[in-house]
Every structure is written in structure tokens, then in C-alpha cells.
């Protein structure tokens, strides 16, 4: 069971990581737009935004450093609904870009996605049997490293700064 969940998470992660990238520059606008800062540190910060999500995917698909995945996502599905409920509230209904420009969904439904994403989270924090590594255990530092370059690495080739 946790296995599955596992690899749902890691694909919702990683789907959601992908489809902004591919729709990169409507994600920027969308987050430019809404908080406020200057646009060097927006390209920057929605970068690392889908590198984040791009990790939290592969590494539940490893299962390595479930615990802390765990947690991380928890940290960040609980901020994005956050955000998401002062958007509702507000009467905001464009499209969240959740899942890029790809899938449209409106502040609400994202909010109903991410309970299903929450209630999964914790669902792996209460299964036993979590740490099912896909990796040998020689491997996993090697893999550790790997995650995190490739998703660090892959919105700044896929994708560079205007800057």
C-alpha cells in the first residue's frame, strides 16, 4: 500500500514540476503577478519551485529519505493551500497554474487536490514498511545526488533566466 502512494505522490510531483516547466513563462507571469517581487528573483524562485517538486517526486519514487519527503511536501502542499484559500476566499478564480497551463484548475480545485495530496502524506506517515528503498543501499548517497542535480539543473537547462 505504501508503495503505491508512494508512486502517486512521485508522479503527481513530478507531473505538476513538469507541466511548469513547459509552460514556463505563463508560471512566471502567474507568480510575478501575485507576490510581488522583482522578476530576477521570480525566474529564480519559480525555477527552484519546480526543482522542489521535481526532487519530492523522484525521491518518493526511490524511496529514499521518505521521512523527510514526507515532510517537505507536507510543508509545501500546507503553504500552497494556504495561499490557495486567501485566493478562493478573495473571489479568485484564475487558473492556479497548479499543473501549468496544461490542466486548468481554479483555486478550489486545487485546494480539493491538495487534501488528497495531504490525506496521502499522512497516510505515509502512518504505514508501516515506508522505508521500501528502490535503490540498493550502497547506491543511495550516489542517488541522493543525482536527484537533486538533475532537479536542480533541469528547470535552468530546460528553461534559462531571461536574465
Sequence with gaps: MSLIIRLLLGLTFILSGVFKL?????????????????????T??????????????????AGIALKRTN????????????????QWLSGNSENCHCFGDLFQMDAAESLIKNAIILLLIFLLFRLKGLEIISVPPRFVKLAV???????????????????
Excluded at 529564480?44 to 519514487?61: D, K, M, N, P, Q
Excluded at 515532510?71 to 486567501?86: C, H, N, R, T, V
Design 145 to 163: 545526488g543525482l536527484i537533486l542535480l538533475i532537479s536542480l539543473l533541469t528547470p535552468f537547462i530546460y528553461s534559462p533566466p531571461d536574465f
Design 44 to 61: 529564480l524562485l519559480v525555477r527552484l519551485l519546480v526543482a522542489l517538486e521535481i526532487a519530492i517526486g523522484l525521491f518518493y519514487i
Design 22 to 42: 513547459l509552460s514556463m513563462d505563463g508560471f512566471e507571469l502567474f507568480v510575478f503577478k501575485a507576490i510581488s517581487l522583482n522578476w530576477m528573483l521570480t
Design 71 to 86: 515532510l517537505i511536501a507536507l510543508i509545501l502542499i500546507s503553504g500552497f493551500s494556504i495561499w490557495l484559500m486567501f
